[in-house]
């Protein structure tokens, strides 16, 4: 059912961006210990009623189209570094994407084509370059929820073209009501879990607040037997970090180093040493290394930032 506790996925959210990659766009993750990288080409879709995903054109930037991602995965190869793909969709404005909900029957068809057209490109090429995961959707709650019989069907078509292990990244509040983990490898979560009202909440804090979270991820995990994967984990470095972890609030900027790693610190001791945990995917790391985060950024990215060394060190032991 899972693999030995030292051996895990410590794995880093590679973002898509306009230009191909090089050895020395790798070379950090290499620094901070990643065995794994997600590679995440982009859809889109014009607003949360509509059918059509635009995906793989050349309006596209280089990292989000399947050439991009093909690119990036022979670069990470070279570097010895494991490959999940995970396509996502993007609503204009961006808008969330669980409530992505058609309107008609007529409608929902529409975008389950479109939807097997665009997921079924990055099968074929997760085959293509035997990726070691694929993710099949992510925080798509509404259509997993009202479709579930199309899902059924979608990930045996999946399992005919990809030979590799599945996932499906279910956002925080939407993983119990997942219909078919058990057709899957992976339980797959986006685990922005609410953690502590705390301005700047300790390990202990966040620990705390972890509980009552972790005795249910655990029960799913036993109840289907298949192990966790935290598909992307994270905190910004701001005051109350641990409070709305999701939350993408740009008026939120009171930079709060300290939170960020202690939030961080607390997952690692939670979660790593545990046998059922799968490891997971830190959200999020940009290419160009030397020109992101850094101690006055707020947002998500450890990069150039304290808690990089905090992954660094505990990516080291597993």
Known sequence: MSAPVNEKVNGVSFVAARDAV????????VAVNANYAAVMPFGFIKNLEHPEIIHNTDRQWFGETREG?????EELRKAKIKVMIKPQIWVWR????????MQSEETWKELEVSYTNFIM????LAEEVNAEIFCIGTELELFVKYRSQYWSELIKNIRNTYKGKLTYAANWNEFRKTP??????????DAYFPLSDKKTPTVVDCIKGWQKHKSIIQALSKANKKPV??????YRSVDYTGKQPW???????NVNLQAQVNATQALFDE??????FAGGFVWKWFIKHDKVGGRDNHMFTPQNKPVESVITNHYSNY
């Open 22 to 29: 090089d050895s020395t766009h790798i070379k950090p993750l």
């Open 271 to 276: 979660f790593w040493k545990e046998d059922w």
């Open 121 to 124: 490109e990055y099968a074929e």
């Open 69 to 73: 991602a093909k690119q990036y995965i």
């Open 94 to 101: 961006g808008e969330f994407t669980g409530e992505i909900m």
């Open 229 to 234: 994967l935290f598909a992307e984990f994270g």
């Open 180 to 189: 078919f983990w058990n057709k899957l490898d992976y339980i797959g979560i």
């Open 247 to 253: 939350s993408y609030d740009r008026s939120m900027k």
